[in-house]
């Protein structure tokens, strides 16, 4: 039987998906289900001077208005709120728990109602009135506030002196707007009341045991009080890793009439969750005049809230990528009243690594030098942080691959000099890093004598296609067709595992589906010894395989046992074994996956319309299950590295510390007319080292990198460098 690792397996739940079998958070229909909507503040900060629900509670099918003062009760402990995803500074938000208001759009109420459209008519009866007081939402008025956080890698060398001294320099800011999620699917909680106080929550999240150890804290319950599952996900991104304030306020209204609610957020209350952070990004290059790196200084001012401060890496890539004997990073933060920030994919990354490689470009620039070749004579074989070399690191390849691909060699390195008609054409290209997490998973593997398999863990499938990869793992290693697996996921009762984030859940859970199905290979094996006239006696488990239903002796492949004969023969119905993953630790090397990143633009010479006529993206992420989800996930990576680029910003009216375009009308993503031809190159990179599959995860990396590439490509077609994104053709036309 051939393997189906490595190979394009479409989606085992693509029909589910299609036909509307699989069921979303806020399609969960159950008797008697009562509908919420939220009431939001209008102002950015103060207090809740009076809330007069009175006229909402007249209209027919309203049932209730919950407000800080009449609701359940709720956790006094701020730590209670913590989460897995929680900065450990802070207090994270908790909704409706007092009369302070610390960012506008903060849910006030909630109106309880027999169907949506009652709910949602009543919500806008709700008056309140406030104490206002100051606000500050803009981060450029308030960067002389900022304050340091812990620095992401210790200085090496001198690097204000080497910049001094260096031949060529480059310094300069780069600024990244507030972007927010805009997954398809709204954030819902429909929460089942199920009798005794129980209750069964399903939850738009990234985690389910993260949400059920939140909602314990949050309401003092114990965890089989509380089941909640998320066995589909309409796109999370990161949005989804922290509990998100609807599912506090769905299992409020639950306890408050003890029957099941369903509350489903609107798109504009989506823009109250968390965000990626604005960030100054400022970055000093010195080299020699041969393009050998003197000094690297990256500092990052980003947004947080005034109750946490959360931060993510954005500074230490440099140290990841390019040798430099000086280098300096420094992570500051400011404070603004606006809800705390988040992870969004590739947090720290996509922000840090668009800076460094515009940095970069202008470098290359300013040496007179191609870009892939100023990038290969600062090539660093080792994490320059830590000291040590990689698992792997197959970036020069992908720097080869991808440049052929393109057609790199073609370019005209002047500035305006390609055109096409009435276009100018610019080619520029970026590096991207990520790194190649894992995290402890437990998976379950129930066997039965029919020759089927049900593989288990409490992971989610955000859409990356985790539940095909698992069924493709679990079917090599039972040698099972993978018509025969089946796979359970999102359930809080289903064995440990961590949020779905960060690119570490394919090489978390299929290494743990591998030992666990040892263990199996092995329960099997005892079987087969104990049979008449055993074929397998005497091996040990290292000595046989699993393939097409059968253990095979790996010296004779005639020497074979069926799995339904082992266990007819040891009068066993099932095998069940519960293993966590193990891997070895290893400060000896650093684990990251790598690309390099092409891009073409067309610019109107006239009227500075850009457009992304081509990407290619070569991606080394050590072995890839799936070339066809895989293919998918980095190509819905650059779609929004497009978007980044070119597209999103979060506007703020600050003197109402209100977002302006919290709709997905004015808040512009890309659409088709804005994608064209996006190639995908994996990069071969075996890595023994990095976990006994040898995978690297790829739902980051598709993503870093690209909003340089184009920026680059801007520069290279117009001659004018923007450094704040997005870059709007009124920028272009300065």
Known sequence: MAPYIG??????????????????????????????????????????????????????????????????????????????????????????????????????????????????????????????KAHVTDLHGQRD?????????????????????????????????????????????????????????????????????YLCGVFDMDADEIKVTSAFMGGGFGGGLRPQYQVVLAVLGARALERSVRLVLTRAQMYALGYRPASIEHLALGARADGTMEAIIHGAIA?????????????GWANLLYKSANSRMAHKLVRLDVPTSSDMRAPGAATGVYALESAMDELAVALNMDPVALRLKCYSERD???????????????????????????????????????????????TGVWEALQMPAT?????????????????????????????????????????????????????????????????????????????????????????????????????????????????DPHHAVSIADAMRH???????????????????????????VFAEVRIDDELGVI????????????????????????MGGVVWGIGMALHEETQYDHRFGRIVNANIAEYHIPTNADIHDIDVIFVDEPDTLVNPLGIKGLGEIGIVGVAAAIANAVYHATGKR?????????KVMR
């Open 611 to 634: 457009r992304v006529r081509r990407v290619v993206s070569a991606v080394a992420a050590g072995r890839i299950l799936n070339p066809k989800t895989a293919h998918s996930q980095v």
């Open 145 to 213: 506030k900022a304050f340091a956080v812990d620095a992401p890698a210790k200085p090496r060398g001198k690097a204000k002196q080497a910049l001094a001294a260096a031949a060529v320099r480059h310094d300069a800011e780069y600024f990244i707007p507030t972007e927010h999620h805009n997954p398809m699917e709204l954030f819902a909680s429909t929460v089942v009341w199920e009798g005794d106080g129980k209750l069964t929550v399903h939850d738009k999240t990234q985690g389910v045991q993260n949400v059920q150890k």
């Open 303 to 315: 947004v947080t809230s005034q109750f946490e401060d959360f931060a993510r890496n954005d500074t």
């Open 7 to 132: 190979t394009a397996i479409s989606r085992v739940d693509g029909r589910a998906k299609v036909t509307g079998a699989a069921k979303y958070a806020a399609e969960f229909n159950v008797p008697g289900l009562v509908h919420a909507c939220v009431v939001d503040s209008t102002i950015a900060k103060g207090r809740i001077a009076h809330i007069d629900a009175s006229e909402a509670l007249r209209l027919d099918g309203v049932l209730d208005v919950l407000t800080h003062q009449n609701r359940p009760p709720l956790a006094r402990n701020s730590r209670a709120y913590h989460d897995d995803v929680a900065p450990d500074k802070g207090s994270p938000y908790r909704p409706l728990y007092d009369d302070k208001i610390l960012f506008n759009r903060q849910p006030v109420a909630l109106v309880l109602a027999e169907d949506w459209e009652t709910a949602r008519r009543a919500a806008s009866l709700v008056r309140v009135t406030y104490h206002e």
């Open 570 to 596: 040891g009068h066993v119905e099932r095998i069940a074994r519960e293993k966590a993953n193990t891997f070895d630790d290893d400060d000896a090397h650093a684990r990251n996956t790598h690309s390099a």
């Open 443 to 555: 998976v379950r593997i129930v066997l039965t004598a029919n020759g089927h398999a049900e593989v288990a863990t409490a992971a989610s499938d955000i859409g990356t296609g985790t539940t095909t990869i698992m069924a493709q793992t679990t079917a090599d290693a039972l040698g099972l067709p993978i018509d025969s697996i089946s796979v359970r996921l999102g359930d809080s009762t289903l064995p440990d595992c961590p949020v779905e984030g960060g690119s570490w859940i394919a090489a978390s859970v299929c290494n743990a589906i591998v030992t666990t199905a040892t263990a199996v290979r092995q329960e099997l094996l005892t079987l087969a010894h104990r049979m008449p006239h055993a074929p397998l006696k005497g091996l040990a488990t290292k000595d046989v395989v699993l393939t097409d239903g059968h253990l095979v002796s790996k010296k």
């Open 722 to 730: 923007v450094r704040d994104l997005p870059i709007t053709l009124d």
């Open 384 to 430: 320059q942080t830590e000291d040590v070399p990689y698992t792997s690191k197959q970036l020069r390849e992908c720097y080869r691959q991808g440049a052929a691909a393109f057609g790199w060699e073609k370019r005209n390195p002047d500035p305006r000099s390609m055109r096409d008609g009435g276009e100018l054409v610019g080619w520029g290209m970026a």
